[in-house]
């Protein structure tokens, strides 16, 4: 298994190969020593999975195939990447988190605890691409939120608490605490029933 930088592993941690850890950001293109990824105990890590260094990741995590997690990024316990899951770097994430096969995280975004976010969900950082600069602002996604297929969430945008975004959205403002985001653009209505997440 290809390691870089000093990496530390918990106890019972799966690995199917190829898995890469602590690849080095470009800050640490060319240094042999430096710190790679933490990862906590009984994590899953399937084929293609790259951890970049500076990552720091709770414990009963796992991977889907072909994952990627970028520097400076912080992952609390029970969190769930699907298959192709990209998070591009300097994000937090919470803790009992699922993100669905071919989620789309950008650099620094925020995501709470008790997180659900549907396949292929795509969220952003720029306003005016292609930017390339330092202001990028990810969304924050606060505790308890859920987010459906296919949506798109626009760069600084805060998904509220207990909040649901339905699949197919397109979140151009902020969503309130406890409320159903929905169509495109996004449009607020209450919760429908027995939808309520706490």
Known sequence: MPQYGVNQLGRNVQIFEPVILGFPARYNLGKEKFQGCVIGDDAT???GTTIYC???IGTYFSTGHNVMVREKTTIGDTVSLGTNVIIEGNCQIGDHVNLQSLV???????IGSHVF???????TNDKYPPHGGTNLHGPVIEDHASIGANATILPGVTIGSGSLVAAGAV????????TLAIG?????????SGAHRS
């Open 171 to 178: 979140v151009t403002k902020d969503v309130p605490a406890y």
């Open 117 to 123: 976010i549907g396949p292929n969900t795509v969220l």
């Open 184 to 192: 495109a653009p996004a449009r607020i209505e209450n919760l429908p």
């Open 104 to 110: 789309y995280i950008p650099t620094n975004t925020k």
């Open 54 to 56: 500076d990552v720091v």
């Open 45 to 47: 890590l399937r084929p």
